[in-house]
């Protein structure tokens, strides 16, 4: 038999047998010395071990007074959902300032419609589209394409604007989306 590292050498079944033989002799070390230890090392006891021991070692003024205890754990939801208290209202404040500069995007929505391919295609400079909706319904007033609002055109020397008519109610909002 031949090393496959060393195709030159050959190996005979002495040097196998021996090279076993040591093999187990190491094993057998290893047991009778995990043996005397009384049990196998484990990494993650030794671990536990040591935390505990660093823990017990700790005075207790070195920990923080407003560390509870484990059995006095207070539950995740009282930090995430605070309960409301009289004061709470200057605290909602300032919590709404830091959402008073996110954009949004506001469309007034003057009238749909529906066309086909062909009708798209016969478009040109001039052409009138058809819109849903009547002359002086009021248009519908979009915050990140949600209606929120209705409202009336109005024109202020040569600009458009809209006047706030009514406000969507959350109801009449899922009403006038199943149209």
């Known amino acids: 038999m031949t090393d496959p590292n060393k195709p030159d050498e050959n190996i005979s079944d002495d040097d196998w047998a021996s090279a076993m033989s040591e093999q187990e002799e190491e094993e057998s070390t290893a047991a009778s010395s995990e043996a005397a230890d009384g049990e196998e090392e484990d990494p993650w006891a030794a671990a536990m071990a040591e935390q505990q ?89 979009l915050i990140n394409g949600y209606l929120i609002a209705q409202g009336e055109v109005v024109v202020i020397e040569d600009k458009y604007g809209i006047r706030i008519t009514e406000i969507i109610t959350p109801s009449e909002r899922i009403h006038k989306l199943n149209r």
Do not use: C, H, Y
């Open 53 to 141: 021991a660093v823990e017990e070692e700790t005075p207790e003024e070195d920990k923080q007074a407003d560390d509870p205890p484990a059995s006095e754990a207070k539950a995740a939801s009282d930090d995430v959902f605070r309960p409301l208290t009289q004061d709470s209202g200057a605290t909602s404040s300032r919590d709404l300032e830091m959402i008073m500069d996110i954009p949004v995007k506001l469309t007034v929505e003057l009238g749909r419609t529906k066309l086909t391919i062909k009708q798209l295609l016969e478009l040109a400079q001039g052409s009138v589209i058809e819109l849903e909706g009547l002359a002086g319904e009021p248009m519908d007033i």
